[in-house]
């Protein structure tokens, strides 16, 4: 299988500093073929990105998407329009997006299966907070956000990404003990949707992750890739994350 790494930049970067990046960026993984590489910059740098990976092996990714193809939705990016701006990828489910802007697991049901139907590849976002992982919740969340979120969604171009909250953005990551332990129980489930084919669903770690350990992380049997925030914002670092040392 091969890896998925994907960078997630949320609110950061204007249309010149991603130009910046990726001129830096490029040449640094230009000789990587077995790692699926995504950037996610915000609306506005999806232009300038797309300019700038033309011809590489760099994907994109939309941040977030809306469920309607088009009408009177002030503010909102439709599966087309992301599709129109050079993406193949969006982001969905991000524990951000439930925290803040309180998407709950019917809206993002909705908007994986109008992204789906566009043709788009989705990374769907899954994770407990630590006041559910210290009051033993953990399973019963993820089970929760993972068959509510997938209801009626075929296994065909999705990426399912566990982010615990709690080693959001925080410098605390799941051991890879832990990491394994969820990605294990999310294929577990998967397997319950999906039957066989949830061995081809790629499931990715998503939480402070760094060039420090992602080698450790890569190395577990069910983690297929990673969701990098704050460690993709400088090329030298996630180029870093993307070269990671495979398991001999």
């Known amino acids: 299988m091969k890896y998925f790494i994907a960078a997630n930049w949320k609110l950061h970067k204007t249309r010149a500093e991603t130009r910046e990046f990726l001129r830096s960026f490029i040449p640094a993984v230009q000789e990587v073929t077995d790692v699926d590489i995504v950037i996610a910059p915000p609306f506005t740098a999806l232009s300038a990105a797309a300019d700038e990976i033309k011809d590489s092996n760099i994907q994109l990714a ?22 129109d701006a050079g993406c193949k990828h969006v982001i969905i489910g991000h524990s951000e997006r439930r925290q803040y802007f309180s998407e709950e697991d019917v809206i993002i049901n909705r908007k994986i299966k109008a992204a789906k139907k ?10 407990e907070s630590l006041e559910e992982r210290e009051a033993g919740k953990t399973f019963d969340v993820i089970k929760r956000e993972v068959e509510a979120g997938l209801s009626d969604v075929d296994s065909d171009n999705l990426v399912v990404a566990y982010e615990p909250i709690w080693a959001i953005g925080t410098g605390r990551t799941a051991t890879a003990e832990q990491a394994q332990e969820i990605h294990a129980y999310i294929r577990k489930i998967l397997g319950n949707v999906y039957g066989n084919k949830a061995n081809d669903v790629r499931i990715l770690y998503g939480g402070s992750v760094t060039p420090d350990n992602v080698d450790s992380l890569m190395a577990c049997k069910d983690v297929n890739g990673a969701l990098v925030g704050g460690a993709s914002l400088k090329p030298e670092s996630f180029a870093k994350i993307v070269g990671f040392k495979k398991e001999k």
Do not use: D, H, R
């Open 62 to 83: 939309a941040q977030n998407v809306f469920w309607e193809e088009k009408g009177a939705y002030t503010g909102e990016i439709s599966p087309q329009m992301i599709l």
């Open 118 to 127: 566009a043709g788009l590849g989705v990374i769907f976002c899954v994770g």
